[in-house]
């Protein structure tokens, strides 16, 4: 179960990193765990001047999750320039699905990854 939990600390790293990038100096994270799967809600505030950028989650953080790829490089999460949409990709391929709400001043994800067999 530690790789799940590591997995998960990657994923809120790159997140808050990208965040930064688009001005944010509030950023709250939560994580909570059941049996089978893991959720992370994370509501940042941003700079309107980076509105375009977040755009892009949607498309990056919706890709077909590739669960090889996934064991293979998640423990590059975090290791490229921050915002990198290639690391963005990476979250995307990590977890199961996102739900993205922006509006004039905020972002809201939600993010649910399911366990693995046999962890």
Do not use: C
């Amino acid at each position: 179960m530690v790789h799940e939990e590591k997995k998960v600390a990657k994923i809120i790293e790159e997140l808050t990193m990208f965040f930064f990038t688009v001005g944010s100096d509030e950023i709250e994270t939560r994580i909570k765990r059941d049996e089978n799967s893991d959720f992370i809600w994370i509501s940042a505030n941003y700079n309107p001047e980076y509105r375009d950028e977040l755009d892009y989650l949607d498309e990056f953080l919706n890709k077909e999750k590739n669960d090889g790829l996934e064991d293979i490089y998640w423990e590059l999460a975090g290791s490229g320039e921050p915002g990198e949409t290639s690391q963005l990709l990476l979250i995307g391929m990590m977890i199961d699905k996102a739900e993205i709400e922006i509006s004039d001043t905020r972002v809201e994800l939600k993010l649910y990854k399911k366990f693995k067999e046999g962890f």
